[in-house]
């Protein structure tokens, strides 16, 4: 199984020191420093970006990663607070890209890194989750699997949320086509979210 991890670029401290992304610039064959300033640009940029890292060879353990802007990004704190209401199109947006970027590089397996880094999921953030993870399955590949990472969310939640959708009381909505551009840029590849326009 082709494994592949969504991480954020940021948290609420700011960006990732090069200590914390090590593992993933090893795996990836980039100095540490560099991927930390990587993440520093994610986070700076007007609009939420994804930087997508590729895995040199077939043996390794991780195939692919997104890192993306996070909710504590200039581009998020544009439209949104962190803290505040959930900017859905944002959520659902830049998860959707995120996603399809793993999977038309052929992970089988995602894990996905809670948007709040260690907080709780927001409910509106997570139904945007489910959204975005039901609409890659029915356009992209109906096997992939998706896992969160370290329990960052309520279980409750996640039972209510997928009770009301069994119930109908919460309806999915369908995919709509993501503004997107993708570009090379450090000589990686990269693609740009077009929320709120």
Known sequence: MRLGFIHFAGNKYGFR??????????????????????????????????LLLQAKTSDQEVSAACFVSSVWSHSYQKLANPYGKVHRDYYYQVLFSAVAALVEVGCEVIRI?????????????????????NNIKKLLNPDIKFYLQDGTFSNEMVMKINSDIEGRKLIMNNHEPVPLTMFMEFGLNFRKVWVGL
Do not use: Q
């Open 113 to 133: 890194e809670n948007p709040m880094t260690g907080y709780a999921w927001k409910r509106d953030a997570y139904v945007c989750l489910v959204e975005a993870t």
């Open 17 to 50: 020191p090069a200590e914390i992304v090590e593992p993933a610039a090893n795996n990836f064959g980039l100095d540490p420093l560099v991927l930390s300033r990587l993440h520093e640009y994610l986070e700076l940029e007007d609009h939420p970006t994804i």
